[in-house]
Structure formats: C-alpha cells, structure tokens
Nanobody
Framework: QLQLVESGGGLVQPGGSLTLACTAS????????FGWFRQAPGKEREGVSC????????TYADSVKGRFTISRDTAKRTVYLQMNSLKPEDSAVYYC??????????????????WGQGTQVTVSS
C-alpha cells in the first residue's frame, strides 16, 4: 500500500528548530521527487521546498530560504525538512508529497501523486 507518513511536528518557540520526517512505503522512492507544502488556517496551500528524485537539486520558497533544508535518505525511505530560526508565520500543517518525476516543483502541488496526512507545526512563545 502506497503511503507517506509525516512526523516531527510540534510546538516550538520563535527562533527554535524542528525536523520533519516523511517516511514512504509501498513504492520505489528512486523514481520520485518529493515536496513539502504547508497550509495555515484561512490561507492557501503553499509550497515550501522540494527535492529531485536523485537528490541532486533542491528548491525553496523565498520565505524559508536560508532557514529550511530538505534532504532525502533513500536507504531509510525518508525525506526530511530541517527547519531553523522558526517564526510564528511558519505555523501551519505541513504535508509531504511525492511526484513520479525527476524534477520537482513547489508551484504546482496538484502535480504530486501521493500525499501524507500532515503534521502540525506551531511556533509560539
């Protein structure tokens, strides 16, 4: 069964860090690009970061560039999003998604084939 499961969300103070993990099962990760998206209450879904199927190229939204890092570990079947210097505006439900493509995009979430259930990130003092 094809499945993506996110973990690592939680409550963190401004300036703090969290690492999200997306563990995949039921398909060969080598053929899939991965993306992280987020959605805050009352706002549209936003692409945060993505990584190509080879892991050789990454893309970041301007709002997170320099603070977030995406990576993948094929042996562990996991994609990570390291988030540093978190701000209250980073609060949202974060979703992992997989796309049967070499390249990746953070502009077109509808291109992605599989989605996780999401994990809540709250940045607050």
């Amino acid at each position: 069964q094809l499945q993506l499961v996110e973990s690592g969300g939680g409550l963190v103070q401004p300036g703090g860090s969290l690492t999200l993990a997306c563990t995949a099962s039921g398909f060969n990760l080598n053929y899939y690009a991965f993306g992280w998206f987020r959605q805050a209450p009352g706002k549209e879904r936003e692409g945060v970061s993505c990584i190509t199927s080879s892991g050789g190229s990454t893309t970041y939204a301007d709002s997170v560039k320099g603070r977030f890092t995406i990576s993948r570990d094929t042996a562990k079947r996991t994609v990570y999003l390291q988030m540093n210097s978190l701000k209250p505006e980073d609060s949202a439900v974060y979703y992992c998604a997989a796309d049967y493509e070499y390249l990746c995009t953070i502009l077109h979430g509808n291109d992605y084939d599989y989605w996780g259930q999401g994990t809540q990130v709250t940045v607050s003092s």
